[in-house]
């Protein structure tokens, strides 16, 4: 019903999703937080078809953010747990569909088996072209930015790279995301209203959707909900808007 409604024409290219409420959708059912973790695996798979139904070619994911480590020990080992083998049911499928993962964040914080994990999925996958998914994992904007400066102030240190050459195309080139374009459409689930340190360069010019459905239950309905919200709207990047003057007011 839902999908009958959308102009596929006028869908963004890029969405990214802050995936919140995992932890209180399973406190409310009495359970464990990463109980409602486990059942976020749901979601993404639905989301995943979706975008592809759309002919929405990317899907950023806020896996794990450079805070999260903040987390009890337990919560923090469960989720790479989690996600280690999340990989390895689904690699078959990426394979298969000719889906691409990507990585964005700093990997070099996580143990050598999830990194091995990641890095065989990225092998694997590095020629499909179809769809891509991008997971942000140990990701921070902040950290990111940081990041890109360094390198850049660096290059500059060298006498590779001189001052005036940097503009905003070359920023955007050190960053995490240099072959990803931009995010149109950012959606956050649970309630919650903020960006939360993520894609902070690169939603410079996205459209925000924020929901009070959490994580867990949030299904493809949903999504067609937030694509039909976001199809509605005026995007003019600065620009104004003029309307005609009507004859009375000549």
Request: hydrophobic fraction near 40%; charge should be negative.
């Amino acid at each position: 019903m839902y999908m009958d409604n959308i102009d596929v024409s006028k869908a963004p290219s890029h969405v990214a999703i802050i995936m919140d409420g995992n932890g209180r959708w399973a406190q409310q059912r009495g359970q464990e937080r990463l109980y409602g973790y486990q059942h976020g695996i749901r979601p993404i798979r639905e989301t995943m078809e979706a975008c592809k139904e759309l002919g929405i070619k990317y899907l950023t994911l806020y896996a794990f953010s450079t805070e999260n480590w903040k987390r009890p020990e337990e919560e923090v080992n469960g989720l790479w747990e989690l996600l280690v083998r999340s990989i390895h049911e689904e690699f078959k499928t990426l394979r298969e569909n000719n889906i691409r993962l990507h990585i964005i964040g700093d990997l070099s914080q996580l143990s050598a088996n999830v990194r091995q994990t990641i890095e065989a999925c990225l092998e694997g996958t590095k020629e499909n072209n179809d769809f891509h998914i991008i997971l942000a994992l140990n990701y921070g904007g902040r950290s990111e930015i940081v990041r890109a400066v360094q390198n850049i102030a660096e290059k500059v240190a060298q006498g590779l790279l001189k001052p005036e050459a940097i503009d905003k195309k070359l920023f955007s080139d050190y960053l995490y995301t240099v072959e990803i374009p931009d995010p149109e459409f950012i959606i956050r689930t649970s309630g919650e209203v903020r960006i939360s340190n993520f894609l902070l360069w690169q939603a410079a010019y996205a459209e925000f959707y924020f929901t009070s459905v959490l994580w867990p239950d949030f299904d493809k309905k949903a999504f067609y909900e937030a694509i039909l919200n976001f199809q509605n709207r005026e995007r003019r990047f600065g620009a104004a808007t003029v309307e005609p003057l009507n004859k009375s007011n000549k």
